[in-house]
């Protein structure tokens, strides 16, 4: 569970309320200038988790496009003129390769930004603009029991 708050005092206040219904420390962090940074609590820098997934998503879609462009060439014996077989299987191999690097990389670039970096984002905006986070991480029922001491506190939990 996330919660958003406006000021230091007010994120202090909320976390000490949580450890005064009982919520162990371990279970919570509060991020914000002066405490947590957000990639300690997991929060981490979207540009690098997208530019990961890029890369897993060339290497993988550029190798099934290099295999399946000699596997092609090999089924349908495609020729090129003036080149020999080997030739043709190379420029075939290299080609499909590359197209499929670079959809890999556009597939792999959005799958990282808008599937596993959107709650990164949005965390980090509200840090930016001098926001604090209450993070409180357990099981169902610690999560939901800190979900209603929040609410009676008037504080927006996500």
């Known amino acids: 569970m996330i919660a958003v708050?406006?000021?230091?005092?007010?994120?202090?206040?909320?976390?000490?309320?949580?450890?005064?219904?009982?919520?162990?420390?371990?279970?919570?962090?509060?991020?914000?200038?002066?405490?947590s940074s957000p990639d300690s609590v997991g929060l981490f820098n979207p540009?690098?988790?997208?530019?990961?997934?890029?890369k897993r998503?060339?290497?993988?879609?550029?190798?099934?496009?290099?295999?399946?462009?000699?596997?092609?060439?090999?089924?349908?014996?495609?020729?090129?003129?003036?080149l020999d077989w080997y030739q043709t299987l190379l420029t075939i191999a290299s080609t499909s390769g590359i197209i499929g690097i670079?959809?890999?990389?556009?597939?792999?670039?959005?799958?990282?930004?808008?599937f596993k970096?959107?709650?990164?984002?949005?965390?980090?905006?509200?840090?930016?603009r001098g926001q604090y986070l209450l993070m409180l991480e357990g099981s169902e029922t610690l999560t939901r029991r800190g979900r209603e001491i929040l609410d009676s506190y008037t504080v927006k939990p996500y």
């Open 5 to 35: 708050l406006p000021d230091e005092s007010s994120a202090f206040e909320a976390y000490r309320l949580l450890q005064c219904h009982g919520i162990s420390p371990e279970n919570l962090a509060l991020v914000g200038k002066g405490y």
């Open 47 to 54: 540009t690098r988790t997208t530019w990961r997934y890029a």
């Open 57 to 82: 998503g060339m290497f993988w879609v550029g190798a099934f496009s290099i295999l399946m462009g000699m596997i092609l060439h090999l089924i349908f014996n495609l020729q090129l003129p003036n």
């Open 102 to 114: 670079a959809i890999g990389g556009v597939i792999g670039t959005l799958y990282g930004w808008f």
């Open 117 to 128: 970096s959107s709650l990164s984002i949005s965390c980090r905006n509200c840090l930016d």
